[in-house]
């Protein structure tokens, strides 16, 4: 891969509104190919709706293709890759939360993630390249926490610094080392096979 308009990014929200001034919705913006699945909002947790648009979007689009996923779009992002014939170019995986306590008040009860499969969180190697970005304030996730996920899953690790859970409530809008890292995986060439048979269904 020599640029980016060589990949198609496909943009997997966490769970959240629709924001402008997320760095998701900024680097939408910025990049000449993108796919964006809609923000489902903090209360909808249906896991399986959100991996019927992972993987509908990817199937979608001709050529490779690199996920930038963020918190909660992250575990649905993992959650996915067990399952799929599909594959990517690689992932971009930024502030996976852990699930080790609640997530607030606006949010669902552990319990219901639980339900709808969320947790637990698969840690088996991904079957791409990625990177995983983790804050070392995150409320949502520790760092050491989210260092484990990125070594189960087999990613290189992005140290974000002090980033709260690197959303616009932490204080963050854009974020520059984005559109590098995105750049970073187009540009890897372990990946050579781009999309599998299109007999092959989600499992």
């Known amino acids: 891969m020599k640029d980016l308009h060589e990949v198609?990014?496909?943009m997997v929200p966490g769970l959240r509104e629709e924001t402008p001034a997320h760095w998701q919705s900024i680097l939408t913006s910025e990049l000449p190919n993108v796919r964006s699945l809609p923000a489902l909002g903090r209360t909808n947790i249906d896991l399986d709706i959100r991996m019927t648009?992972?993987?509908e979007a990817v199937r979608a689009i001709k050529g490779p293709v690199v996920v930038v996923a963020h918190s909660g779009g992250v575990i649905a992002t993992v959650h996915w890759a067990q399952r799929t014939r599909v594959a990517i170019h690689g992932a971009l995986l930024a502030t996976p939360p852990l699930f080790?306590?609640?997530l607030g008040s606006e949010f669902p009860a552990l319990a219901e993630f639980q339900r709808h499969g969320w947790t637990p969180v698969p840690r088996s190697p991904l079957p791409f390249p990625s990177i995983v970005a983790a804050?070392?304030?995150d409320p949502l996730g520790s760092y050491e926490g989210v260092c484990e996920l990125a070594r189960a899953w087999g990613a290189r690790l992005f140290d974000l610094g002090?980033?709260?859970h690197l959303n616009p409530a932490s204080g963050f809008g854009p974020w520059p080392a984005a559109s590098q890292l995105v750049r970073e995986l187009a540009q890897d060439t372990s990946m050579?096979?781009?999309q599998s048979p299109a007999e092959d269904r989600i499992a």
């Open 8 to 10: 198609t990014v496909v």
């Open 53 to 55: 648009q992972i993987e």
């Open 100 to 102: 080790a306590g609640p």
């Open 135 to 137: 804050s070392r304030n």
């Open 162 to 164: 002090h980033s709260g």
């Open 192 to 194: 050579l096979k781009v």
